[in-house]
C-alpha cells in the first residue's frame, strides 16, 4: 500500500511539474540571429514595487520573454522600514526561479536622479552596494569599471520634462563623449518619447522599449492587438547572458510596444521581411491578381501598397493581422513593381519602413 502510495505520489509530481506551460511569442529574425525578447526595466518590493523578485520571473516565463533586469531603485526605497535594503537581494532571490524557468535574468539597478540628468539603469552590474555615491558621475564611472550597460530611461518623462521630448543636456553629451550611455528608452510603460529614434541612430545606441513596471503583471494591461508587454528585441549570436550583452553593447536592437515597431532600417527591414511570406500571382483578370501575404509572427502591419511609377491607381491600405492570411486584390499596374509602405513601423521619427519591390523575390507571372 505504501508503495502504492508513494507511485501514485511520484505521478502526481511529474504531471503537475510536465503541466508548466507557457506562451510562446512569435516574432521576426535578422539572419545570422536569434531574436531575445526583454524587458529591461522593473520594480520589485526592494524598491517602489509590488511584487516579490521571483514573480517577476514567473511573469517573465508565462509570457514568453527569454530575458529580463529586476531594477529596483537604489536611492528610492519606500518599504526599507520593514524590508533589508540589500541592493543585491531581488537579483540574489531571483536567481534560482530564473535559472528553473531558463529566463537570462540581468543583474541591473535604477541610478535616479533629478532632470537633468534623470534616470539611468545600469545593466549587467557586479554590484548594486558600489553604486551609492551622491555624484552622479563618479556612480556611472563605478557601474562602468563593473563592465555595466547603461541605458537612459523615460528621457522624455512628462513628470521630468512636461513637453514629452529627449533632447540632449549636458550632462548627457558628457556621457555620450566618454561613451558611458549605450541604449535608450524610446518606449517606457505607456509613453513614447520624440527624438529618440534618430539619436540612437546617430549615435549608434541601442533603442529600448520596457515596461517599468511596478504592480503584478495582468495579461491585457498594454494596449495592441496582442495583449504584451513593451519589449526589446535584442539580436544576438545566441541565447545566453553573454551574447545578450555583445548585442545590446553593439546596438542590435530594435522595439515593439502595442501596434508599433520601431529600429534601424538595417534591422527593421529584415525583420519585417521575415515575418511575412509572399505568395505568387494565383489568380488574374484583365484588371486584377490575386495574391496571399502570410503573417507568420504576432506582429500586426499597417501597410500601403502603391505603384513606384506613380500610375493613377489608388493606394490600397491593408491589415495584417497576426497569425493570418491576407488576400490582397491588387491593380494590374501594381503587380510587378511597388512600394510597400509600412506606417507602423518606424525607421526614423517621422519616416515609416518602406520597402520596394516587396513581391520581387516571389514567382511573378505578370509582366
Ligand atoms: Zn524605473
Not at 533589508?84 to 543585491?88: C, G, K, P, R, T
Given at each position: 500500500m505504501k508503495r502504492l502510495l508513494s507511485i501514485l505520489f511520484l505521478t502526481f509530481l511529474y504531471l503537475t511539474a510536465a503541466l508548466s506551460q507557457d506562451k510562446l511569442i512569435r516574432v521576426g529574425e535578422v539572419p545570422g540571429y536569434v531574436t531575445l525578447k526583454c524587458d529591461f526595466h522593473m520594480h520589485t518590493v526592494f524598491s517602489d514595487g509590488e511584487v516579490w523578485p521571483t514573480v517577476r520571473i514567473e511573469e517573465a516565463a508565462k509570457e514568453g520573454l527569454d530575458a529580463i533586469a529586476i531594477t529596483d531603485h537604489i536611492e528610492y526605497q519606500p518599504n526599507k522600514e520593514y524590508i533589508?535594503?540589500?541592493?543585491?537581494a531581488a537579483w540574489k532571490i531571483a536567481g534560482e526561479t530564473a535559472r528553473k524557468k531558463n529566463i537570462i535574468l540581468v543583474h541591473g539597478a535604477e541610478i535616479t536622479r533629478k532632470m537633468p540628468p534623470g534616470h539611468f539603469n545600469a545593466l549587467f552590474?557586479?554590484?548594486?552596494?558600489?553604486?551609492?555615491?551622491?555624484d552622479f558621475i563618479t556612480v556611472i564611472r563605478e557601474a562602468i569599471r563593473q563592465g555595466a550597460f547603461i541605458e537612459w530611461n523615460h528621457p522624455g518623462w512628462k513628470a521630468q520634462r512636461p513637453k514629452g521630448d529627449a533632447h540632449l543636456d549636458s550632462i548627457h553629451k558628457v556621457l555620450l563623449a566618454n561613451g558611458w550611455l549605450h541604449g535608450i528608452e524610446l518606449f517606457n510603460d505607456i509613453e513614447s518619447y520624440q527624438g529618440v529614434l534618430t539619436l540612437c541612430i546617430e549615435h549608434h545606441l541601442a533603442v529600448m522599449a520596457n515596461s517599468d513596471i511596478h504592480i503584478p503583471y495582468e495579461t491585457g494591461y498594454y494596449p495592441g492587438s496582442t495583449h504584451h508587454r513593451p519589449m526589446t528585441l535584442v539580436f544576438a549570436k545566441d541565447r545566453n547572458e553573454k551574447e545578450l550583452k555583445e548585442a545590446l553593447f553593439a546596438g542590435r536592437t530594435i522595439v515593439w510596444y502595442g501596434d508599433s515597431l520601431a529600429g534601424d532600417k538595417a534591422l527593421a527591414d529584415p525583420f519585417v521581411k521575415s515575418c511575412l511570406t509572399m505568395g505568387p500571382v494565383y489568380c488574374e483578370s484583365e484588371k486584377y491578381c490575386w495574391r496571399e501575404i502570410i503573417n507568420n509572427s504576432d506582429i500586426l502591419f499597417e501597410i500601403v501598397v502603391k505603384s513606384d511609377d506613380k500610375l493613377s491607381d489608388e493606394p490600397l491600405k491593408v491589415s495584417l493581422s497576426p497569425n493570418s492570411i491576407t488576400r490582397l486584390r491588387l491593380p494590374v499596374s501594381l503587380a510587378s513593381r511597388f512600394v510597400c509602405t509600412?506606417?507602423?513601423?518606424?525607421?526614423?521619427?517621422?519616416v515609416a519602413l518602406e520597402i520596394i519591390?516587396?513581391?520581387?523575390?516571389s514567382d511573378l507571372t505578370i509582366p
Open positions: 533589508s535594503a540589500d541592493l543585491n552590474i557586479e554590484d548594486a552596494g558600489k553604486l551609492t555615491d551622491k509600412f506606417t507602423n513601423v518606424k525607421v526614423s521619427d517621422n519591390s516587396f513581391f520581387a523575390d
